[in-house]
């Protein structure tokens, strides 16, 4: 029977969810062992509603698969059954001790054991290192209830051996601090600057993941750990330079790196947000230049930080739409600083940065100018309102602002004569530059009239 350990003299109960209780009860009703294991009870006890409900058990794979008329061979090779229970899916995976790793990342051989101590040994962090069922209550055997109470993220047992088990387990070590808004303990901060290097045989997805529940997390700026522990050396060497970069001038208080990890702060806990906020600048440094004055420079620096946005976005395997929207975000983040808007001028700039895009691009600027110093701050705030407001306006106006919107069409044209092709494009180009110059003249009677005049021409 495993040890039965409390917190503060009270006994900690878990609402498991009626289908993964009902997977327990069977299990230990067949004389087996079972409890919901891992984050799922780290996540219960802070009060957090878990994700996924996984359970470890003493039964083989085979007992669990004879136990249950629908389940699933996910991972039989590291005795992981999925049971399914009316199209929901709960792991159950057998108390296991893994073999020698050969590759950071997968254990060459799993030896199962019916000691759920040495299953809950191999775990990465005290906080996942605990299982729960209603009998036995909640079983904390390396002390992941004192490392909560501390805010403390701890490995289990030897540091080293846990990120050699798996070198991934050193980005989530900062992920995690970053989630629950804890530190991370020195030996496994010792292990981390020892071993990031093995950072280098982990897949591009798997980082990737890893990397965006860290931005999406209440302190995405715990990044800065990952620099200072040598993990982003591994795979983002640009924001090391980054973080290395000066910016002396009026408009700043931060380097480089400094005031990107102060704006990932400033916009909504989405993907796109942050990874927008993140890469914004981080062509600054190969644009630098220093006046006779020492003021730095960086002129050109959105266009090329969105050409480095786009290889470290497709480095880590990200899908085509976030490329697309964030790299467009970071060409666009400085755009309309210090011009005056009027109506025009913002349905030319939804036009040439999309209409997709362009309303995220005011959270954006807003975060760029707050990590920013505080000369002309509020000018700048102001100057950024004004464009949202006459956007806005022409929102409610459902002025045109891209061919789509315009009241003719490629096949309104064809049917008055054009032939499609080049010069049918141009037209249509035309047309729109008429629209966005003047959004009185569309209707389709006065463009038609528009591109009759056109061809009339000698």
């Given at each position: ?346 349905r030319r700039a939804v036009n040439r940065i999309g209409e997709d ?26 100057l950024i309102d004004r464009w949202q407001q006459l956007y806005e ?66």
């Amino acid at each position: 029977m495993a040890d039965r350990a409390t917190t503060s003299g009270e006994e900690i109960r878990i609402n498991v969810p009626p289908k993964a209780q009902y997977i327990i009860d069977t299990i230990t009703a067949a004389g087996y062992e079972a409890y919901v294991v891992g984050g799922c009870v780290r996540d219960s006890v802070l009060g957090r509603e878990p994700q996924d409900w996984d359970i470890t058990t003493s039964a083989r794979p085979k007992q669990v698969k004879e136990l249950f008329p629908r389940t699933i061979d996910t991972g039989l090779q590291h005795g992981t059954v999925t049971v399914m229970l009316e199209r929901e899916g709960f792991e159950v995976t057998t108390y296991r001790i893994d073999g020698k790793y050969e590759d950071n990342r997968h254990p060459k051989e799993v030896i199962y054991t019916p000691d759920l101590r040495e299953d809950l040994r191999r775990r990465d962090f005290t906080v996942n290192a605990m299982a729960y069922n209603d009998a036995v209550g909640l079983v904390d055997i390396f002390g992941g209830m004192k490392d909560i109470r501390e805010g403390i993220i701890r490995c289990v047992g030897d540091p080293g051996e846990r990120f050699g088990e798996d070198a991934l387990r050193m980005l989530r070590a900062i992920r995690f601090s970053a989630q629950l808004g804890y530190v991370i303990d020195e030996a496994t901060e010792r292990a981390v600057k020892e071993l990031a290097p093995a950072l280098k045989n982990i897949s591009a997805e798997r980082i990737q993941a890893e990397l965006v529940k860290l931005l999406v997390s209440p302190h995405p700026d715990r990044l800065k750990k990952a620099y200072e522990l040598g993990v982003t050396k591994v795979f983002f060497p640009e924001f090391d330079i980054a973080m290395e970069t000066p910016q002396n001038h009026p408009h700043h208080k931060y380097n480089v790196g400094e005031h990107i990890l102060h704006s990932l702060i400033g916009v909504e806990a989405e993907k796109k947000m942050r990874l927008a906020m993140l890469l914004h600048d981080i062509g600054k440094p190969a644009t630098l230049s220093i006046d006779e004055k020492g003021v730095t420079h960086f002129h050109g620096h959105p266009a090329v930080s969105e050409k480095m946005a786009g290889e470290f976005l497709h480095r880590l395997r990200f899908d085509n739409d976030t490329v697309h929207t964030v790299c467009r975000l970071v060409l666009y983040h400085d755009y309309g600083n210090g011009v005056e808007p009027d109506m025009q001028k913002v349905r030319r700039a939804v036009n040439r940065i999309g209409e997709d895009v362009f309303p995220a691009l005011f959270e954006v600027k807003r975060a760029d100018v707050l990590a920013q110093s505080e000369f002309l701050q509020k000018e700048k705030l102001e100057l950024i309102d004004r464009w949202q407001q006459l956007y806005e306006e022409v929102t409610a106006r459902k002025q045109c602002v891209s061919l789509k919107g315009l009241a003719v069409t490629g096949s309104d044209l064809i049917g008055a004569g054009w032939k499609p092709g080049k010069e049918l494009g141009d037209i249509l180009n035309r047309l729109l530059d008429l629209v966005l110059e003047e959004p009185e003249c569309n209707t389709k009677e006065i463009l038609l009239a528009e591109a009759k005049k056109v061809r009339e021409k000698p």
